[in-house]
């Protein structure tokens, strides 16, 4: 199998760093490792297979000098704004992290499970997107769910982790709980979010639109849509929880009019699904938490329930660690399927 060389942008952020664990786990096809971050970086190392790998600071020469195959971007939309072209113009597939180019028409969005066949599409502009933490977790349930039924609307609401704000979102959310315990809450940093987040929950994630919805919220509408190619209806509900990592989502499905929801069908659906799990054993304690899914690639669906006025209405609970499979996993999986793809021609 040939091998790439892949640069990491945001080598030192959270998914940043996860991006490197996956790539070992799953023994991607790795010639050289490019870690590439900002100049507060300069000096410092990442670890791949026991090596340590200098970081270097990212310039719009970066990708030409590495000879870059893949570049895993992950360090912000600005970032991805501004330097992702110099990726492509020197002949690197680019596979972004941020929001930056996901309701681009010409640039897919991609799941592997749920739309590989739109990676095909990464020749218009060389570009393939990852979409949002949240969505992913979510598409990944709905898939069987729309092939088993046909779904109509979608009702979220979401319980995320502080991970989702970076490292600075972890670290604030560590300070806070010694200040908690130590009695000195009222002189703790809010930095990484609006509010103190220990002991209290945020039901605002990103920034508000003119809509009265949030980005987040918005993203989680807009890219649902658009990796099932499909016009259904979302609402969602996006609040920060003071959990470490792994989101968490209550989720309702509205199906076509003239289904009856089958809940042994459904658990069968989603059983068969690639890289999905079933916990779902209410009478004895047994259903997805965020400890269960922390450091898989697995997201795990339960509470498994059919409305009880309604039905073609059902109801879930869905979790999976979102720096996983929300970010890096994801965009492995993508960058696999990528390599298939070119190889194969
Ligand atoms: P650095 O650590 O050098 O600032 P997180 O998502 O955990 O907050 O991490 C953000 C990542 O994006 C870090 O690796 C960070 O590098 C990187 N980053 C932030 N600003 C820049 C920049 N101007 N150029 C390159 N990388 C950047």
């Known amino acids: 199998m040939k091998k790439y060389n892949v640069a990491v942008i945001g080598a030192t952020g959270a998914v940043g760093e996860e991006l490197f664990r996956v790539m070992e786990e799953l023994d991607f096809p790795v010639e050289n490792i490019i870690p590439l971050a900002s100049a507060k970086s300069f000096g410092t190392y990442i670890e791949y297979k026991g090596k340590e790998i200098g970081v270097q600071v990212l310039s719009e020469n970066s990708f030409k000098e590495n000879s870059v195959d893949i570049a895993f971007f992950s360090a912000g939309g600005s970032i991805s704004a501004k330097y992702a072209k110099y990726a492509v113009e020197s002949g690197a597939v680019v596979i972004d992290n941020t929001s930056h180019f996901r309701s681009d028409d010409d640039i897919p969005l991609v799941v592997p499970e749920v739309n590989p066949e739109d990676i095909e599409l990464w020749t218009n502009k060389g570009i393939i997107a990852n979409p949002n933490c949240s969505t992913i977790q979510m598409v990944l349930s709905l898939k069987p769910l729309d092939e088993l039924y046909g779904i109509k609307r979608v009702d979220v609401s979401t319980y995320q982790a502080v991970s989702g704000a970076g490292k600075a979102g972890m670290k ?18 809010i930095e990484a979010f609006k509010h ?56 309702t499905v ?6 009856e929801v089958d809940v042994e069908e459904v658990r069968e659906a989603l059983e068969r699904f690639e890289n999905v799990e ?47 499979v929300g970010a890096a996993t994801n965009s492995i999986r993508i960058a696999l399927k990528w390599i298939e793809l070119v190889e194969s021609k």
């Open 172 to 189: 604030e959310l560590f300070t806070q709980m010694q200040d908690l315990l130590t009695f000195n809450l009222s002189d703790s940093e």
């Open 278 to 324: 079933v916990i779902d054993d209410l009478k004895n304690d047994s259903y997805p938490m965020p400890i269960i899914s922390t450091d898989t690639d697995i997201t795990y669906v339960g509470r498994l329930r059919k409305d009880l006025y309604s039905n073609n209405m059902l109801h879930y609970f869905n979790v999976a660690d979102q720096v996983r």
């Open 196 to 251: 103190q987040i220990v002991n209290n929950v945020i039901p605002a994630v990103d920034v508000a639109m003119d809509n009265s919805f949030t980005k987040e919220e918005m993203k989680m509408i807009n890219e649902t849509r658009k990796i099932l190619h499909k016009d259904i209806a979302v609402a969602a509900t996006c609040v920060r929880v003071p959990v470490l990592r792994s989101h968490s989502e209550s989720i």
């Open 254 to 259: 509205t199906f076509e009019d003239d289904v």
